[in-house]
């Protein structure tokens, strides 16, 4: 723009110098008139093409700028993820181990219980069999299947002390236990006296 300002100031200086000469007569002053737009032109359309290519190299900028930024969060967001996926996968991996180790103690206690000659029945909170191991299918006749989910008085206490059986369950709902000789009946019916040792199980919440 200074350029174009300079070649104005200088065709305006000739034309006040030259203004009613001959000069302007002549195919010579036309052909300079011809030269001074021709360059005015010329450093117009430079102007253009410096301004056009500053503000498209600001644009560009800014551009690489969102662009790099847009970058930057993607890649805080993947480590983001992948940290919290690899937290979820240790937790994940610890919570099978401790499965593992629970069924593994399951399994053990139960061949343990499987293993012992005295007969272990258990039940739920309200009297149903849960449990029943192979020396109590043994001594009563019932086997296992049979009796899940049954109640424990229907199939193991005598009708006679059916009432005393109830009092046992509710001192165990107490958490108490409760010792002693109890009249029980077997498959067949026929009753006999067994020293039973009845013991509530608890888990954590009590």
């Known amino acids: 723009l200074y350029c174009l300002a300079g070649v104005a100031r200088i065709v305006e200086y ?8 001959d ?14 737009y021709l360059m005015l032109l010329i450093l117009l359309t430079h102007s ?20 790099q930024l847009a970058h ?25 181990n401790n ?8 399994i053990f206690q ?12 258990a039940t739920d909170p309200y009297g149903k069999i849960v449990y029943l191991n192979p020396a109590a ?3 009563y006749g019932w086997s296992e299947h049979e009796v899940l989910g049954k109640n ?20 165990l709902m107490k958490g108490a236990n409760w010792k002693g000789e109890f009249l029980v009946k077997n498959k067949q019916g026929k009753n006999f006296y067994a020293e039973v040792n009845d013991a509530p199980v608890l888990d954590d919440n009590g």
């Open 14 to 21: 000739f034309i006040g110098e030259h203004i009613g000469s």
């Open 23 to 36: 000069y302007f007569q002549s195919g010579a002053f036309h052909t300079l008139i011809f030269v001074a």
């Open 48 to 67: 253009l093409v410096l301004m056009v290519n500053k503000r498209l190299h600001m644009e560009i900028s800014t551009h690489s700028e969102v662009l």
């Open 72 to 96: 930057d969060e993607l890649e805080q967001h993947v480590a983001d993820r992948t940290e919290d996926l690899s937290r979820i996968n240790e937790e994940l991996r610890k919570e099978i």
């Open 99 to 106: 499965r593992k180790q629970s069924e593994e103690q399951i």
């Open 110 to 121: 139960t061949k343990l219980l499987n293993a012992v000659e005295q007969s272990v029945i």
């Open 137 to 139: 299918e043994k001594l």
């Open 152 to 171: 424990v008085n229907d199939y193991f206490t005598a009708q006679e002390i059916e009432e005393k059986g109830k009092e046992i369950l509710d001192l």
